[in-house]
């Protein structure tokens, strides 16, 4: 779909859009100040289950950004509305503890868990915890993800993400993961909902041609891919996901709403 005639507000990714190894991008800042100004409603939606939101909102203050609770919105705190809905309190994670805070009653245990919970656990991942939840998934526990991306860029260039754990457990156990973060559409629809603007008049952003710019497609929202974080020339060639415009940076974007 083109762009609305009349945007009626942002979804804004994070990591790879408005910061990047750790850093802010150039023109970030002042992009989402100019939303502010003129009073264009925005959500900061990521997929990042490294951190808790806490913890997120502490770093985008150490850079001059300000943002109330409700204006960052995250996978840990979809997936703990969707556990609490399915009245899930047990899970074996595959994740980082750091995350309980955003998850509510979930409890972490290391038997009988209800599901299985995959996110971002970096290097703390070892065979044995992976080898557990395949043979929890086997024996009837929910198999949900807080996210499914590929790859995200690290400090140190292109990383492999929380998408590769879950394919090889799938791949293993011949079960579809639930998804909770972006590309499902229940994200994108509960951060419109949350901003009070529909669907169909929010622009999405973000460098995931898959989870950012597929996802909001999907959702009937316009979506734009940014030149930065992991935008690569060759996955928009090969893709059949178009966006409806690309931005050099996030910075370009005062520009585009002239």
Known sequence: ???????????????????????????????????IQRGV????????TSKPQSAILAKMHTFGIDLAREQ??????????????????????LLKTSLLEDLGTVEFVEDSPQAVLVGDIGEELTYGALNRAFRFILD?????????????RGVDGLCLDVGALVT?????????????GKPAFEFFALACQNMGVPLAATVVIGDDLEADVGGAKGAGCAGI?????????????????????ILDTLAALPSLMG
């Not at 960052?72 to 994670?93: H, K, N, S, V």
């Not at 457990?169 to 011949?174: G, M, V």
């Open 225 to 245: 891919l940014v030149r930065t974080g992991k935008f690569r020339p060759d996955q928009t060639e090969r893709s059949g996901i178009i966006p409806d415009a």
């Open 140 to 152: 009837g526990a929910a198999f949900i993800t807080l996210a499914r991306n590929r790859y995200f």
């Open 72 to 93: 960052l919105i995250t996978a840990p705190i979809i997936g703990r509305d969707y556990l609490q809905r399915e009245g899930i309190t047990r899970c074996f994670p």
């Open 168 to 180: 090889a457990l799938e791949y293993a156990t011949q079960k579809q993961a639930i998804l909770i």
């Open 41 to 48: 409603p925005f959500r900061i939606v990521t997929n990042t």
């Open 1 to 35: 779909m083109p762009l609305p005639e009349r945007i009626g507000g942002f979804l804004i990714d994070l990591d790879g859009t408005i910061v990047e190894g750790g850093e802010l991008i150039p023109g970030a800042r002042e992009a989402l100040n100019a939303l």
